[in-house]
């Protein structure tokens, strides 16, 4: 007895959609936050001949090629110029420099990134936002991306592409008459 076996293909393959990896936006750079706490006196008072005597004597090199934040974990009240001073130590050595800790540092470079992608690129497309990943890709870069390109897209999934979750669809021509 000859059984006659089908081939399995896989449509997902075959399908036309775009998938992007918001991980992909994630900065392989190193992330350094700049706290100013321990430039304060008794970690609570700026006083500026102190502060910036002890800017004058830091090591900005350990800074070079890395995207830094700049904060205050100190309950403390911090003159705009003081983030204004520190910022013009940095940047001759820093990648970037941001304002805030770790996590808001990774929102604005993650935002920064993708608010840089030329939509154009994904016209007429069917995009799967890729979700669950090795990285905190945090809500706003999902909500960042679909801003971006709902405008543009043909439509727009979250999840993977086999099991996806519809978040926008165009309405063609004909149903908009």
């Given at each position: 007895m000859h059984v006659m076996q089908e081939e399995i293909i896989?449509?997902?393959?075959?399908?036309?959609?775009?998938?992007?990896?918001?991980?992909?936006?994630?900065?392989?750079?190193?992330?350094?936050?700049?706290?100013?706490?321990?430039?304060?006196?008794?970690?609570?008072?700026?006083k500026e001949k102190d502060f910036r005597a002890a800017l004058e004597s830091t090591d900005w090199s350990v800074y070079k090629d890395k995207i830094?934040?700049?904060?205050?974990?100190?309950?403390?009240?911090?003159?705009?110029?003081?983030?204004?001073?520190?910022?013009?130590?940095?940047?001759?050595y820093a990648m970037e420099v941001v304002m805030g800790d770790e996590t808001a540092v990774l929102r604005q470079v993650l935002t920064e990134r993708i608010r840089a992608i030329d939509p154009i690129e994904f016209k007429d497309q069917r995009i799967v936002i890729k979700g669950c990943g090795e990285k905190p890709v945090g809500d706003f870069a999902y909500l960042e991306i679909t801003k971006l390109l709902r405008p543009v897209a043909k439509s727009i999934m979250y999840g993977e592409p086999c099991s996806t979750v519809p978040v926008f669809k165009a309405q063609s021509l004909k149903s908009k008459a």
């Amino acid at each position: 007895m000859h059984v006659m076996q089908e081939e399995i293909i896989n449509k997902v393959s075959q399908s036309a959609l775009v998938t992007l990896d918001l991980e992909s936006f994630y900065p392989k750079e190193e992330i350094k936050i700049f706290d100013l706490k321990p430039f304060l006196f008794m970690e609570l008072i700026l006083k500026e001949k102190d502060f910036r005597a002890a800017l004058e004597s830091t090591d900005w090199s350990v800074y070079k090629d890395k995207i830094v934040g700049v904060y205050c974990s100190a309950d403390a009240v911090i003159p705009v110029w003081a983030y204004m001073l520190v910022t013009s130590y940095l940047q001759p050595y820093a990648m970037e420099v941001v304002m805030g800790d770790e996590t808001a540092v990774l929102r604005q470079v993650l935002t920064e990134r993708i608010r840089a992608i030329d939509p154009i690129e994904f016209k007429d497309q069917r995009i799967v936002i890729k979700g669950c990943g090795e990285k905190p890709v945090g809500d706003f870069a999902y909500l960042e991306i679909t801003k971006l390109l709902r405008p543009v897209a043909k439509s727009i999934m979250y999840g993977e592409p086999c099991s996806t979750v519809p978040v926008f669809k165009a309405q063609s021509l004909k149903s908009k008459a």
